[in-house]
């Protein structure tokens, strides 16, 4: 699992990518306690995302769910003004 910036603007975009896993294996996509994607990885079992990061500033974690325990991830960023 790998996000595009270590720090994002607040109001700005950030992008996780996610490699590893089955083919067209589910995969949930969870920012700020929220399910914010609900997907299907690519015959290579890759999934991307672009989401916004919305206006509260400090850290903030993305977390990525696959079927099994050892394909789950989670990847801290920063937000700031």
């Known amino acids: 699992m ?3 910036k270590s ?3 607040k109001g700005g975009k ?3 990518n996610v490699s590893g896993l089955a083919a067209f294996e589910p995969v949930r996509i969870v920012y ?3 399910k914010i994607a609900a997907l299907k990885a690519s015959a290579k079992g890759t999934v ?3 989401f916004k990061v919305g ?3 400090g850290l903030k974690k993305i977390k ?3 079927v099994t325990k050892d394909r789950r991830g989670v990847k801290a960023f920063k937000v700031r003004r």
């Open 55 to 57: 206006k509260a500033v």
């Open 48 to 50: 991307a995302k672009a």
């Open 64 to 66: 990525v769910f696959g």
């Open 2 to 4: 790998k996000l595009k």
């Open 7 to 9: 720090k994002v603007h």
């Open 14 to 16: 950030q992008r996780v």
């Open 32 to 34: 700020k306690g929220k």
